[in-house]
Nanobody, 129 residues
Framework: QVQLVESGGGLVQAGGSLRLSCAAS????????MGWFRQAPGKEREFVST????????YYANAVKGRFTISRDHAKNTVYLQMNSLKPEDKTVYFC??????????????????????WGQGTQVTVSS
């Protein structure tokens, strides 16, 4: 059974930092893009950041650019999201995702949620003002 398990969410004051981790099990995603989306209650899932299999390509939503950094560790089958200078508007549930819908080792990192076929259960991030 393939699982993506997020950790690292929690409560932080505005201006603080959190590091989200997403450990994959059941298969390797070394040749495929992974990423993070977020979703507030009653809203659509929103792109945050994605990373290609090689790590050479990374993409960020404008709202988080310059504050968040995505990275991955193939040996650990894990993707990370370092979140700095957190703002109250960053408060929501963050979901880890991985895509095997395209050819492996294609170095893509799509920003569309529909291209991702594996999802974690989400981790809550709360930022107090």
């Amino acid at each position: 059974q393939v699982q993506l398990v997020e950790s690292g969410g929690g409560l932080v004051q505005a201006g603080g930092s959190l590091r989200l981790s997403c450990a994959a099990s059941g298969r390797t995603f070394s040749g495929y893009p992974m990423g993070w989306f977020r979703q507030a209650p009653g809203k659509e899932r929103e792109f945050v950041s994605t990373i290609s299999w090689s790590g050479w390509r990374t993409y960020y939503a404008n709202a988080v650019k310059g504050r968040f950094t995505i990275s991955r560790d193939h040996a650990k089958n894990t993707v990370y999201l370092q979140m700095n200078s957190l703002k109250p508007e960053d408060k929501t549930v963050y979901f880890c995702t991985a895509s095997t819908s395209s050819m492996g080792y294609s170095d893509r990192a799509p920003a569309n949620a529909y291209e991702y076929n594996y999802w974690g259960q989400g981790t809550q991030v709360t930022v107090s003002s």
